[in-house]
T-cell receptor
Framework: EPEVTQTPSHQVTQMGQEVILRCVPI?????FYWYRQILGQKVEFLVSFYNNEISEKSEIFDDQFSVERPDGSNFTLKIRSTKLEDSAMYFCASQETDGTGELFFGEGSRLTVL | AQRVTQPEKLLSVFKGAPVELKCNYSYSGSPELFWYVQYSRQRLQLLLR??SRESIKGFTADLNKGETSFHLKKPFAQEEDSAMYYCALFPVEYGNKLVFGAGTILRVKS
């Protein structure tokens, strides 16, 4: 069964460093998402992406964040200058169609900012 | 604004006991509601959605628009049901994203 894959599973970085989290969505899916979960808190929406552009983003997704689909398979989340409060589990998800189509999640990338 | 509330952080029951995980939502449109489950060390996965009205692994959930609730129920809990359960809302008229509740840990004791 096809799955969403994410790399790395865990990344430790110093404050101020750039981080890129990678996701390979399910191949025939058209909608892509990033969510994050700070330890002990709820899963929060960051951004949705469709047709090579951001379709919606949350207040969390400020200028430090960017997303790209550089090659038609990978979907990346970049944090330009990490802050301590960026430490979280980041989940990628993909969806075949919009609306009520099921979101398929990756296993997450844990980011620790020191 | 869309909001999903799961009032219980932890629900602990004995094997064979009934389970009800509470979920209330706030949304002005017609909601699309889901339950996602995360077993230990596994990814988030869809458990069920209200539009399909199906029962998965013995779980059911009924949308009650009057009470703005979508509680998840199972008549007889099993140890393998132990997991984190998230209620989620898809605000169809206002964007294309799932809004999650805080989640409830279900622990089924033997």
């Amino acid at each position: 069964e096809p799955e969403v894959t994410q790399t790395p599973s865990h990344q430790v970085t110093q404050m101020g460093q750039e981080v890129i989290l990678r996701c390979v969505p399910i191949s025939n899916h058209l909608y892509f998402y990033w969510y994050r979960q700070i330890l002990g808190q709820k899963v929060e929406f960051l951004v949705s992406f469709y047709n090579n552009e951001i379709s919606e983003k949350s207040e969390i997704f400020d200028d430090q964040f960017s997303v790209e689909r550089p090659d038609g398979s990978n979907f990346t989340l970049k944090i330009r200058s990490t802050k301590l409060e960026d430490s979280a589990m980041y989940f990628c998800a993909s969806q075949e169609t919009d609306g009520t189509g099921e979101l398929f999640f990756g296993e997450g990338s844990r980011l620790t900012v020191l | 604004a869309q909001r999903v509330t799961q009032p219980e952080k932890l629900l602990s029951v004995f094997k064979g006991a009934p389970v009800e995980l509470k979920c209330n939502y706030s949304y002005s449109g017609s909601p699309e509601l889901f339950w996602y489950v995360q077993y230990s060390r596994q990814r988030l996965q869809l458990l069920l959605r209200h539009i399909s009205r199906e029962s998965i692994k013995g779980f059911t959930a009924d949308l009650n628009k009057g009470e703005t609730s979508f509680h998840l129920k199972k008549p007889f809990a099993q140890e393998e049901d132990s997991a984190m359960y998230y209620c989620a809302l898809f605000p169809v008229e206002y964007g294309n994203k799932l809004v999650f509740g805080a989640g409830t840990i279900l622990r089924v004791k033997s």
